[in-house]
RNA sequence: GUGAGCGUAGUGUAAUGGUUUAGCACGAGAGUUUGUGGAACUCUUAGAGCGGGUUCAAUCCCCGUCGCUCACCCCA
């Protein structure tokens, strides 16, 4: 790649004037399908980090974090060549060094090469690890739908057992119910590479009989990828499905069980789940469970159908993956949760309902003003002690008049703010104002602290009354 | 990637081929009160995505482009 033409194209922008500041030619723009979160949403981004670090605590999935570039063949091989993830949506270039590199689109096939590359086989069994980052794929931007998005994935490496998949689906669960989303799980077995062979050429078999009656994107994948003509939308196409050989049918005896047992397990957790025999996943890697994660509609209490807004996650198993990585044969299983869907998600219930179900910002106990260059100095000092004693507080230095000040002090609903000026300072006293009911009081900035507590746990002690 | 719709200050919007200095609200800043917030009032702030064409005249019509949205595709 001609790196340093595209850096000199880049300058060309910029406009030069003999005289004053070099002026870009166009105002710079946000790269198509990338996204800024802006402070005013930071507040569902901390929350649903916290919960995530939590339920990593609680069942003891540790973090890791791999690196957003990996070699392009990790995932060429990882996750097929037929993949529309790999076949058109990746990020890839050539670097300086000339290695081939690609953005991750998707976070198993790294962590499943961390796990070989750093010899976890010989941790204790099952490795659970969890990442949370942003991932790349190149797909038209929607709404919902970014070409950088960030997924909080889950991963349990070295156990083949069904209660995995279900604690894993558990695991998703928990995230959205936490955030007050009610989730509907679907849930499919594609079977194995014993099993899944033989139903696939059943597939063939049943569809080229028919061949005549497909849609031309069938017609294509019939060659490429028989399991997703199970999931696509034409309406010729789903007559053609619902005769369809289930796969279920023509699941090899363990498979058979380990979907049973998986579907047993949701069951006796309580989380609702639809079986979904048409679930295929765009992954080659996947065997056995594939599920994924709806949101219902809230509008309507008995409603089961997933509201018609795309997945909000997904995973499975993928037993295979490792060796065909070149370490031990491991079975392994995991899933992701696109956390911009879930926050979209959290802001529609939000508006729906009227009510924030997020935790929003604490106020600031104590808002400082100051009047006078000696006092803001001063001030800026007593901000500081404030701080070091544990209070929240809110000031604005820069802001000469008391009248700005309390009205930054009102907007950040500080319960009070203390007033330092000229005076204040001469004769050692501070103004101790309360923003609620406006009533203010003088007194010896010696005892600024004590009374601070003291109004402070007042406030809060009658507010517990009252509520 | 294919098809369609949309694009007016920071945000939400109004009207319009010439009547317009592109209106209103919110926001932001300053003030009325040179040391006191939540109300009111005054002032200020800031806009036709970009490029081209048609026309005497374009924010408005046409084309291109960029962006967003929707459907398909796929998924998070």
Redesign the pocket.
């Known amino acids: 790649m001609p790196r340093i033409k595209k850096t000199e194209e880049a300058t060309k922008q910029i406009e030069k004037p003999s005289s004053g500041i070099a002026r870009l030619s166009?105002?710079p723009?946000?790269?198509?399908?990338?996204k800024d979160v802006l402070p005013h949403d930071q507040l569902y981004w901390d929350h649903i980090r916290s919960i995530v670090a939590k339920i990593g605590d609680d069942y003891r999935f540790a973090r890791i974090d791999t690196p957003i570039v990996e070699h392009l063949n990790l995932y060429t091989a990882g996750l097929g060549k037929q993949?529309?993830?790999v076949e058109?949506?990746m990020y890839s270039f050539t670097d300086q060094g000339g290695d081939t590199l690609a953005l991750r689109p998707?976070f198993t096939a790294g962590i499943a090469r961390a796990y070989i590359e750093h010899g976890m086989v010989s941790l204790p069994q099952p490795v659970k690890l969890y990442a949370f980052g942003p991932?790349f794929?190149h797909?038209?931007?929607?709404?919902?739908?970014?070409?950088q998005?960030t997924?909080w994935n889950c991963e349990v490496i070295g156990e083949g057992k069904p209660v995995i998949d279900g604690q894993l689906i558990l695991l998703g669960y928990k995230l959205l119910t936490s955030l007050h989303i009610k989730p509907l799980v679907q849930v499919n077995s594609i079977g194995c590479r014993s099993c899944r062979p033989a139903y696939r050429e059943s597939l063939v078999e049943y569809y080229r009989a028919r061949r005549a009656s497909l849609c031309e994107?069938c017609k294509r994948?019939l060659n490429k990828n028989v399991l997703?003509l199970l999931?696509?939308?034409?309406e010729t196409c789903q007559g053609l499905i619902a005769k369809a050989p289930p796969i279920v049918d023509s699941l090899c005896e363990p498979c058979r069980d380990h979907f049973i047992s998986v579907l047993e397990c949701i069951d006796e957790l309580e989380i609702p789940y639809q079986p979904n025999p048409h679930l295929?996943?765009?992954?080659d890697y996947y065997s056995r469970t594939v599920f994924?994660?709806y949101a219902l509609m809230n509008t309507d209490e008995s409603d089961t159908q997933p509201a018609?807004m795309?997945?909000?996650?997904?995973?499975g198993r993928y037993d295979d993956l490792i060796e065909m990585f070149g370490g031990q044969s491991t079975p392994a299983a995991g899933f992701?949760?696109?956390i911009?869907?879930v926050i979209m998600k959290i802001k529609e219930l939000e508006r729906a309902s009227g009510t924030k179900l997020i935790p929003r910002r604490v106020n600031p106990e104590i808002f400082v003003a100051q009047?006078?260059e000696q006092p803001k100095r001063r001030a800026m000092v007593l901000y500081e002690d404030l701080l070091r004693e544990g209070f929240t507080v809110a000031a604005e230095f820069a802001?000469?008049?008391?009248?700005?000040q309390?009205?930054?002090?009102?907007?950040c609903n500080a319960a009070i703010?203390i007033?330092l000026?000229?005076?204040?300072l001469l004769d050692g006293s501070i103004?101790i104002?309360?923003?609620?009911?406006?009533e203010?009081e003088v007194i010896d900035i010696k005892k600024l602290i004590p009374t601070l507590r003291r109004k402070l746990n007042g406030a809060l002690g009658e507010q517990q009354k009252g509520g």
Do not use: W, Y
Request: charged share 40%.
């Open positions: 166009k105002q723009q946000l790269v198509k399908g990338m993949t529309d993830i058109k949506e998707e991932l794929r797909e038209k931007p929607q709404e919902g739908r970014l070409r998005h997924q994107d994948r997703r999931d696509c939308k034409v295929v996943r765009g992954l994924e994660f018609r795309a997945a909000l996650g997904g995973g992701g949760i696109g911009e869907r009047l006078g802001k000469d008049s008391l009248k700005a309390l009205e930054l002090a009102n907007k703010t007033i000026g000229q005076k204040e103004i104002r309360n923003m609620e009911g406006g203010q």
